[in-house]
């Protein structure tokens, strides 16, 4: 059985149906989910793409110091200090990013 059983039916001019579906699709949702998460939080927040391009840069650059760090740990037991320091600055750079999406 479904949880949700109530619907609504909403009527739009054409161009609020198209400013809706910029909205939504700009934020990599369905419409639906675009609904709930309205309802939920009170407000969308659109992400500049660009944003989430330097957020991905610096996870993939973080991802590529944890596997050195592994290599080197696997290699010889031990990480060296500059190494713990790179990843503690990339992981410092990221949370800043993600405080900025908040």
Known sequence: MRKRTNQIIVRLSDQE???LR???KAN??????YFRALI???EIKTLPP???QDVQRQVRGVGRNINQM???AHISGKVS???LYQISEA????EQQIERLK
Do not use: D, H, N, Y
Request: proline share 0%; aromatic share 4%; charged share 20%.
């Open 81 to 83: 200090m500059g190494t």
């Open 70 to 72: 592994a290599k080197l």
């Open 17 to 19: 149906v198209l400013l």
């Open 28 to 33: 990599g949702m369905t419409m639906t989910g």
């Open 91 to 94: 992981q410092a750079k990221i």
């Open 22 to 24: 910029r909205k939504f």
């Open 50 to 52: 660009e944003l989430m």
């Open 40 to 42: 939920v939080s009170g």
